[in-house]
């Protein structure tokens, strides 16, 4: 186990939905996605990989890995 000291945290907010308006929720949430996957594409846009069953919409935290979980949620 980490010590305290050593610990860290990285959060997202993700959105999934077979019906996700993905275009829509940048607008509705005034943020800006790091990563949209839309259903029927292939994963990382490789023919060789699965599906995407569910358009999925991806904020990650610009904050740095040593911020608390906490801080990075507010």
């Known amino acids: 186990?980490?010590?305290?000291?050593?610990?860290w945290h990285r959060t997202s907010f993700r959105l999934m939905g077979d019906n996700l308006p993905i275009e829509e929720i940048e607008d509705r949430l005034d943020l800006?996605?790091?990563?949209?996957c839309k259903k029927g594409e292939h994963f990382q846009g490789n023919s060789r990989l699965a599906k995407y069953k569910d358009n999925?919409?991806?904020?990650?935290?610009?904050?740095?890995?040593?911020?608390?979980?906490?801080?990075?949620?507010?």
């Open 1 to 7: 186990m980490l010590a305290n000291e050593e610990k």
């Open 32 to 36: 800006e996605a790091d990563s949209i």
């Open 56 to 74: 999925i919409w991806i904020s990650d935290s610009s904050a740095d890995s040593d911020v608390s979980f906490e801080e990075q949620i507010t």
